[in-house]
């Protein structure tokens, strides 16, 4: 289910950066072959922006990609380890639910003065805000349902699991992945099959 959502997420991510490629590479070509601009593609590639960050929390939350100081903490005892890896992931689920609490407010803001861009397009800011704010939201609930399961493991004593779950990738996981990704892309190349 998580590789699902993941790929689901990351799939996303890439359509709106690819998307916004296209427009900005038919912007820079109609303005120097045409003389005409679309006057759009530095909105959207705000908007693109704010939607493909608050993806990007997600993915980063679900990868093990955040990054945190720990100089110490692979010095410690696994169970102060444990605890400190919950309580990363217990803040960053507080941060991720306030920051989800006030986006909120701003919607409720946006939609009471109808706000719109202060663009040629004047696009009505809901929809784009909305977007924005949907992604805070996922982010927000991942990183509840995974601050629930380390207080679980935690409480269940199984310090091992939380730490391998909720402590950042060290090198050698990275390159390891690195690696694996490496020797899939080379078993998938066209044109090997014999």
Do not use: C
């Amino acid at each position: 289910m998580k590789d699902r959502i993941e790929n689901l997420l990351a799939t996303i991510f890439g359509g709106i950066f690819l998307t916004l490629s296209v427009v900005v590479a038919v912007e820079t070509i109609s303005r120097k072959l045409f003389n005409f601009s679309l006057q759009g593609a530095d909105e959207l590639g705000g908007y693109a922006l704010a939607v493909g960050s608050t993806i990007a929390f997600s993915l980063a939350l679900m990868g093990r990609n955040h990054i945190r100081v720990d100089v110490f903490q692979e010095r410690f005892p696994r169970g102060m380890q444990a605890a400190l890896n919950w309580l990363a992931i217990l803040s960053l689920a507080a941060l991720g639910a306030f920051i989800a609490w006030v986006a909120f407010k701003v919607i409720g803001d946006t939609l009471q003065y109808r706000s719109t861009a202060q663009t040629p397009w004047a696009t009505p800011l809901i929809y784009p805000q909305g977007v924005w704010y949907a992604g805070l939201v996922i982010f927000a609930l991942v990183a509840i349902g995974y601050a629930i399961r380390a207080t679980r493991l935690l409480f269940a004593g199984r310090f091992d699991t939380l730490n391998h779950d909720f402590h950042p990738k060290s090198a050698k996981e990275e390159l390891k992945e690195e690696l694996d990704d490496l020797a899939l892309r080379q078993t998938d190349k066209p044109g090997d099959a014999t």
